[in-house]
């Protein structure tokens, strides 16, 4: 356990670019953890009205600033990852403010096992803060084909991202634990629940297993004359079983493959009415804001319980990683008595373009579902991590 946080295990979560630490930082999250993005804390700590926001436009000039006040990073990675003193200048506006969230979060947090994700750990004050660094690993053309693949990089852009890092093979040779994950979604999920036992167990903690399952199953109060609904967090056994619900309510063929690579992105909360799946929703939680673009009901469903016991169920789970908001999209089939369950559980209709901190309306963007949906929004804390200047 933690000398600075007693109590508690911290695991440092690293790996160069592309080599998967977010698909591993989830994986843990799904068996208890409380992850935290450090370079996704970055990102917010330079939004408009943020703290590094100001400093960082007065560095590097308007150029960097894009109409809507947001720091074009795109631009701003032109600037830094060509030039070293350029990096070292930002990251030293950017880097304390990241510590001082991280230790924000680590501290009000009631999960006795952290664990930070950050590319840069080694060389941050971060890697103070853990028990022990694992390192994920990748082969560096596996590394290539995802961020030209996956985050549509050119392949000299990716190349020179990839260069801008210290070598990888630095971060291995400081390693507690390595994860491979150059093969598929459960060969790195079976490393980590390897490694992640033996972890607990050493420092006298009950194995992942027991901490998940200690959080598994909500249930709100029902009227006993109503079918009775149960929700509970799915595991990867559950793939085939989401995959046949999925299909069935969308018409869309899904496969159990396709849920488990999608567990690499979200968790899956399961509503069951005498023991089969009624009811859906896919959490992901990033930066402290949580987005739901999976929320699906069976028809025929009891839809007051069902939805009354996702949503319970939804807020306990950000509450757990501290989530600011929540973003849900309800799709416009979903039944109306649905809509205005969300209402009355202190949800609003919100277009996106409403949403008045750019981080939510960005969220908002990138996790809008294909079909026709409402945006259902809820603040869950006051307190922001990043306070607005």
Known sequence: MSDKYPGKTVIGLTGNIATGNSVVRRMLEHNGALGIDADGLSHRAMSPGAPAHKPVAELFGRWVVAADGQINRQRLATIVFNDSDALEALEAIVH????????????????????????KLFESPLAAFCDAIWVVDAPEQVRLERLTRDRKMSEKDARMRMASQPPQAEKLARASVIINNSGGYENTYEQVQEHLKTLLEAGGQPAPAAVAEEEATVVVPQEPSTTQVKV??????????????????TGRKVTGSDVMLRYGEQAYMLAFADEQIVGLAGLQVENLIARVSDFLLVQGAPVDNTVKSLIKALEDAISVLQGEIALIFVPNSAPDQAKRLFVSAGYEPRRITDLNVPDWREAAQEAAPKVESVLFAKKLRTDRVLKPL
């Not at 990241?98 to 952290?114: C, E, G, T, Y």
């Not at 509970?232 to 309510?249: L, N, T, Y």
């Open 96 to 119: 304390p403010l990241v510590r001082q969230a991280v230790d924000v979060l680590i501290r009000r947090s009631k999960q006795p096992l952290i664990v930070i994700e950050a590319i």
């Open 232 to 249: 509970r967090r799915g595991s990867p056994r559950d793939a085939e079983q989401i995959a046949a619900f999925i299909s069935k309510v």
